[in-house]
């Protein structure tokens, strides 16, 4: 293909792409309402824990009109994510050999569901951190709590779970890229299980030993899990390299 039929492709690629944004987002929009019900149950169970007053609080006169469309945008993302993460793989397919398309499949279906378990770790845990995080205040003094500035917490604190799940897979991508060896990986141990401990600790604040436990476990399996998929393609690279004898012969 010349530079001009890339162009075109590039284009029609990421109009596809949008045009499954921006139904997804229209989606979004119908259901934000029911998601916005979920992500302020927290804030609900502040009110019980604490005997609190605790609300949500809309600043400006847009406010809600804002969250409801982040809300929707981002609903349309997640729902449109098959549509057009297909569109990128599939502008980069035609410059792939076949081994490189098994390798990409391989690694985006098992990264895109990792990254979704990930974030709905972090579903389950944001009841326990936003009850922490409020019981700092005075028992005495309501939580009015700015309702975008929640939902940006709320999303970094998904995304940033959802990534740590996905980290094994870019590991294994490190081994088949021979940046990184099983050996080195398996030296690691020690120092990956501490780091985490720490980011399980720091995710789930309260002091809640199941919620960490539960999601501490998954994430040491899928490293563990890394390991072992470096292992198998190290010994299979390992069989394919000749090996010289001593007579300077291959063998």
């Given at each position: ?211 960490m436990f539960l999601l501490a476990v998954p ?33």
């Amino acid at each position: 293909m010349s530079l001009g039929q890339h162009l075109l492709e590039l284009r029609k690629r990421l109009f596809l792409a949008a045009a499954g944004i921006l139904v997804g987002a229209i989606a979004g929009w119908l259901l934000s309402g029911f998601v916005w019900d979920g992500l302020r149950e927290p804030i609900y169970a502040i009110v019980r824990a604490q005997n609190r007053n605790a609300q949500i609080n809309y600043p400006d006169i847009t406010s809600a009109f804002d969250l409801k469309l982040r809300i929707s945008f981002y609903v349309g993302l997640i729902v449109s994510s098959p549509m057009w993460l297909y569109q990128v793989f599939a502008f980069l397919m035609p410059g792939l050999t076949r081994k490189e398309k098994q390798y990409t499949f391989g690694f985006f279906f098992s990264a895109v569901p990792l990254f979704l378990i990930g974030c709905a770790s972090g579903w389950f845990v944001l009841p326990h951190v936003v009850e922490l995080m409020t019981s700092f205040a005075p028992q005495q003094d309501a939580a009015l709590i700015n309702a975008g500035n929640y939902f940006d917490f709320v999303l970094k604190l998904m995304i940033a779970i959802g990534i740590a799940f996905v980290l094994p897979v870019f590991i294994v991508l490190l081994n088949f890229a021979g940046v990184i060896s099983a050996s080195s990986i398996i030296k690691s141990w020690r120092l990956a299980i501490l780091v985490i401990v720490l980011f399980t600790a720091i995710a789930t604040p309260a002091a809640d030993v199941v919620s960490m436990f539960l999601l501490a476990v998954p994430m040491v399996v899928l490293y563990f899990t890394a390991y072992g998929i470096a292992l198998l393609h190290d010994r299979r690279v390992a069989r394919r390299v000749p090996r010289v004898g001593a007579d300077g012969l291959l063998l």
